[in-house]
T-cell receptor
Framework: NAGVMQNPRHLVRRRGQEARLRCSPM?????VYWYRQLPEEGLKFMVY????????ESGMPKERFSAEFPKEGPSILRIQQVVRGDSAAYFC???????????FGQGTRLTVV | RKEVEQDPGPFNVPEGATVAFNCTYS??????FFWYRQDCRKEPKLLMSVYSSGNEDGRFTAQLNRASQYISLLIRDSKLSDSATYLC???????????FGKGTKLSVKP
C-alpha cells in the first residue's frame, strides 16, 4: 500500500508564474489536508478537502490560491502568479475519515525566483 | 486561547534521560489526539494516537486529561535518534480540521 505521494518534490518558478502541486492520497483515503511550512516555523493549515468537496479553506489566502480534489485523480493545490513569499514546503496529508490519524507525503518544496 | 499550545523548548537532555512534553488544546469537543514527530526538513510522521485516557508504545507514553484539556508525551530512556520536533494534534480545531501546534524541539546529547 503506497503512502501519500506528492509531486513534484522540488519546484522552481519565476515570479508571476503558476505552481501546481499534486497529492495522491493513500489507497482508501478520501480526506486530504494541505499545509504550508516556512523554515523554522510550524505547519500552517491551509485547506481540508473530501472527494469533490472543500470542507474548510479558512487557512488558504483568498487570492491566487485554490485547491481541488476531484472524483478521479490527485488533489491539486494551485498557486497563481507566485511571489517570493510563496516559497515554502507544502505538505499534503490524507486520512480515511474525519477524526482519524493522517499520514503525510514527503512534501513539495517550492522556490520562487 | 490558542487552538494548540506547546512549550517550544528546546529540551536538551542526555541519553537515557526521561523527558515529558505537555500540550494544551482549546476545543473540548476533540475526541482523539495524535502525536507526530518531525525531523528537520522532513514530513511529520505519526508517533502515537490517543483515543481514550492514554496510550503506551514501548518507551513512549501519552496521557490525556480531558478536564484540564491537555495531553502529555513521556519518553523514557531517550536515544540520540529521538532528537526531533514533537507535534501535538487534536482531532478537532475550531472548524474540525487537524490543527498542529508549533511543536516542542527535543535534542538528545551523548
Amino acid at each position: 500500500n503506497a503512502g501519500v505521494m506528492q509531486n513534484p518534490r522540488h519546484l522552481v518558478r519565476r515570479r508571476g508564474q503558476e505552481a501546481r502541486l499534486r497529492c495522491s492520497p493513500m489507497k482508501g483515503h478520501s480526506h486530504v489536508y494541505w499545509y504550508r511550512q516556512l523554515p523554522e516555523e510550524g505547519l500552517k493549515f491551509m485547506v481540508y478537502l473530501q472527494k469533490e468537496n472543500i470542507i474548510d479553506e479558512s487557512g488558504m489566502p483568498k487570492e491566487r490560491f485554490s485547491a481541488e480534489f476531484p472524483k478521479e485523480g490527485p488533489s491539486i493545490l494551485r498557486i497563481q502568479q507566485v511571489v517570493r513569499g510563496d516559497s515554502a514546503a507544502y505538505f499534503c496529508a490524507s486520512s480515511p475519515r474525519e477524526g482519524t490519524e493522517a499520514f503525510f507525503g514527503q512534501g513539495t518544496r517550492l522556490t520562487v525566483v | 486561547r490558542k487552538e494548540v499550545e506547546q512549550d517550544p523548548g528546546p529540551f536538551n537532555v542526555p541519553e537515557g534521560a526521561t523527558v515529558a512534553f505537555n500540550c494544551t488544546y482549546s476545543n473540548s469537543a476533540s475526541q482523539s489526539f495524535f502525536w507526530y514527530r518531525q525531523d528537520c526538513r522532513k514530513e511529520p510522521k505519526l508517533l502515537m494516537s490517543v483515543y481514550s485516557s492514554g496510550n503506551e508504545d514501548g518507551r513512549f507514553t501519552a496521557q490525556l486529561n480531558r478536564a484540564s484539556q491537555y495531553i502529555s508525551l513521556l519518553i523514557r530512556d531517550s536515544k540520540l535518534s529521538d532528537s526531533a520536533t514533537y507535534l501535538c494534534v487534536p482531532e478537532k480545531g475550531s472548524q474540525g480540521n487537524l490543527i498542529f501546534g508549533k511543536g516542542t524541539k527535543l535534542s538528545v546529547k551523548p
